[in-house]
């Protein structure tokens, strides 16, 4: 087994093509060229924070990934990241742990923003100029910097819980700092990235043609959007049987306002895109996908140069020294 | 992270504390006092094998604990172990991974051979003397060791589909290597450790008061015992939930030949001791619960000695020679 830090992790990521991995496994999980685990979670109370465990293999590929990343929103009070956790490459044809990346919640947090910005750029109308960043955590900050490069956004607007965690990013991205009205009311897209478990967007406070993409709610008992937002629009989804059970598309559907046979999947959309019209609100609700784990793990594996020594080595030598 | 090596792990193993342990996690999952996660599984046809992932976290504990397992059936063929693997403990109050325990399927096969003998223990008729042992694997193995070692068996019987693997185990364990049709009518505990997908042991072939403990059926697909068996004797499963699902008692359940009702689970069996009737069949079915990882992992991560350094000083400090 290799161990890789995060370091190491840095040095051989590459933004666009992990993107494109990203957005090829999306593509290969809607036709169903991937096998996926059913997603394991583990939930704390107090103080509150979450486990998920993903893992996907794409049919024909000689390895397989397992990610385990946690989150626990009150580490940053005590100076500690939220994100935490690795992803394993596993081969295929032995079981043997190729590679250990520890990413330390890096790449969970690079594959959600990289899912984001795929979604942003199908659904966006042409000539979308204003982005509208709901949320003040790693999320935003990914999802601004990503969407508005690769959309090529003129302005950003940003709104979250805690104003002045808003004001730090606002300035650091070079957007401003409104309220969520105004918000709503001047942006084209939309990113939701909270961890709320109450809706943040209501159907009365969205605009005709807008676009928005939601990716907070990935576990049972999260919302940001309103069910009835989500009965008046168009919806794309990461994986439909996950999002019917716990994005905030779930919410809408299990109160019949939503049939869960309009739901299009997002690689879906990629392989044969969908005209939209101006007038629609389109919301892609995401929800993670082992798949993104398994692309992004690869395209690191992929580039990694090659190991001088493998980490047990160095183990096996201090112990012959201690 | 501390990596916690193989040999490490063997160095602070305790069979009794770890056994221990296990029996005090199925009470208290049993009880309801643990929150697993979903069963994670991936499936390899060519070559077979698969990877299951269990995580699971006891109410109160400051850690939790997911376990990635790979079984590749044909690995020994090239000389390689078939199981691979690792557990991680998680800090259950910041997300922070603590320890990665390297045990490439040790402690999984452990826990294992723990859960059954844990189980055999708790079904035995007094008195028991000649234990069968169906599988000439791993498990194989290690049940025939744990269980002649507890219940104080006089004689062990093998049988599997390997003869040549079987004389080589049977000759290793001072045991005998009979015929099937022999084993059943003469072991007074069964117990089938095969990754059979059809059923090896048939009602016809059970005598009245035959005690049996099921280990190989962990995924959906296996069966080691016919549904015709299951209907004939009282059943103690690890998870109502589980074993209903890919147990080999879900092959009863689904048939209608077993009432899901009348199932007791392990944790309630050892919480509570069940009378049996001398003439009962009494079949354990272990599918492997989340909780024993957790237990295990637990009871090595209590005994490392402290750190003199973390793995990650030796890589920053070759990194920075390098």
Redesign the interface.
């Known amino acids: ?1 290799r ?1 890789v ?1 995060r ?1 190491e992790i840095e040095a051989v990521f590459d933004a666009d093509a992990a993107l494109a991995a990203v957005e090829s496994g999306f593509r290969r999980f809607s036709a169903g060229e991937a ?1 996926l ?8 109370a107090d ?1 509150p ?1 979450d ?1 998920h ?5 794409l049919a024909g590929d000689d390895v ?1 990934v ?1 990610k ?1 990343a ?3 929103y009150r ?1 940053p009070d ?1 100076g ?1 990241p ?5 992803m ?1 490459v ?1 081969s ?6 190729l590679a ?1 990346l ?1 990413d330390e919640g890096l790449l969970t947090d690079q594959r959600t923003a990289m899912a984001g910005a795929i979604a942003a750029r199908a659904i966006a109308k042409p000539g979308s100029s204003t982005l509208g960043i709901v949320g003040a955590g790693t999320q935003a900050r990914l999802q601004a910097q990503l969407i508005s490069r690769l959309l090529g956004m003129k302005s950003i607007l940003f709104w979250g819980r805690n104003p002045e965690r808003v004001a730090v990013l606002a300035a650091k991205q070079g957007g401003r700092s409104v309220d969520l009205v105004y918000l709503c009311d001047h942006a084209d897209l939309i990113v939701t990235t909270t961890p709320a478990t109450e809706p943040l967007l209501t159907a009365e406070m969205i605009r005709a043609g807008t676009r928005i993409v939601a990716v907070g709610a990935d576990s049972p008992g999260k919302q940001e959007l309103e069910a009835a937002l989500l009965a008046r629009a168009r919806i794309v989804v990461d994986s439909r049987a996950q999002c019917v059970h716990h994005g905030d598309t779930g919410w809408a559907v299990r109160a019949g306002l939503v049939d869960e046979a309009s739901l299009i999947e997002l690689g879906a959309l990629l392989a044969k895109p969908v005209e939209f019209d101006a007038e629609d609100i389109v919301i892609a609700d995401l929800t993670g996908v082992g798949i993104q784990d398994a692309e992004i793990a690869k395209s690191i594996w992929s580039r990694l140069p090659p190991a ?2 493998q ?2 080595v ?3 030598d ?2 012959g020294m ?1």
């Open positions: 087994m161990l830090t370091s096998q685990t059913a997603v394991g979670q583990l939930s704390f103080p924070g486990c465990v993903k893992g996907a293999h397989f397992i385990v946690t989150s626990f580490n005590a500690l939220s994100s935490n956790g690795f394993v596993i295929a044809r032995t079981g043997e742990v250990l520890r001088v020594f980490s047990e160095f183990q096996s201090w112990r201690s």
